[in-house]
């Protein structure tokens, strides 16, 4: 699949990975819809200019996905909706017991849950019907999905269940999806970041965000948005990429 005059829906592009995902994927000739809970969705749409749209919407909710797809088809002036970049999720942090002995909170665990596993769940579905009804390029492909999921998903660290179960039910997808989708030509990927420089950081202190820094072997950094955007560029365009999950880490693995 070549980016040029292809249409991409994106998710939690308001900043982060999915902004730096739009800005790269708009830079390649392509055409995307941002989707974001937040205001500042609509000025980053402005400001990557007519090959960009912008449509507020909940991840978890159907009707507005739907209408975010349905935005991305218009977008591609007839050639239908051509890759999802799924980036919306949340961050969580709690023990099941916390140093008072209080158990964890179940909604907020099941609020986890529902936006970062459920939510992908619901982009999938009405991403994919969609593409099933496109024309078949090269290959017979008609689609590509790229999930983002977590190192946490395999290596989570004290405090971070519902975090981690939330990613690895994402990486628990991507085959599954990735083998039911062939028959529509439609691939599956996901990507397992590690420690990004992303507005989730910032809820996490300075002292613990240097230390994850410090955990990469190499490079010793946290790493970039644009590093992101460039892996999820180059699944689109390898056709051989599929049923995968990259872990996009710099070698860290959590303790």
Do not use: W
């Amino acid at each position: 699949m070549n980016v040029k005059d292809s249409t991409f829906l994106i998710t939690g592009a308001a900043s982060g990975l999915g902004a730096a995902t739009a800005e790269r994927l708009v830079a390649g000739g392509g055409r995307v819809v941002l989707c974001d809970l937040s205001d500042a969705v609509e000025a980053h749409a402005e400001a990557l200019g007519e090959a960009a749209r912008a449509v507020r919407g909940d991840v978890t909710s159907g009707d507005d996905i739907q209408a975010a797809v349905d935005a991305a088809v218009a977008l591609s002036e007839g050639r239908g909706l051509a890759g999802v970049v799924h980036c919306a999720g949340v961050v969580s942090v709690g023990k099941l017991v916390d140093r008072e002995g209080n158990p964890a909170d179940l909604e907020a665990y099941q609020r986890t849950l529902q936006i970062n596993l459920v939510g992908t769940f619901n982009v999938m579905r009405l991403a994919a019907a969609a593409m099933a009804k496109n024309e078949p390029g090269e290959d017979g492909e008609r689609g590509v999905i790229i999930n983002t999921a977590s190192v946490a998903a395999f290596d989570g660290q004290v405090g971070q269940c519902a975090y981690s179960a939330s990613k690895a039910g994402v990486v628990g997808m991507s085959l599954p999806a990735a083998r039911e989708l062939s028959r529509h030509g439609v691939r599956v990927m996901a990507i397992a970041p590690g420690v990004f420089e992303t507005p989730m950081m910032s809820e996490i202190p300075d002292e613990a965000a240097q230390a994850l820094a410090a955990a990469v072997p190499f490079p010793k950094r946290l790493g970039k948005p644009a590093e992101f955007a460039r892996l999820a560029e180059q699944i689109v365009t390898n056709p051989m990429l599929n049923g995968e999950v990259i872990r996009l880490d710099g070698g860290i693995r959590m303790q």
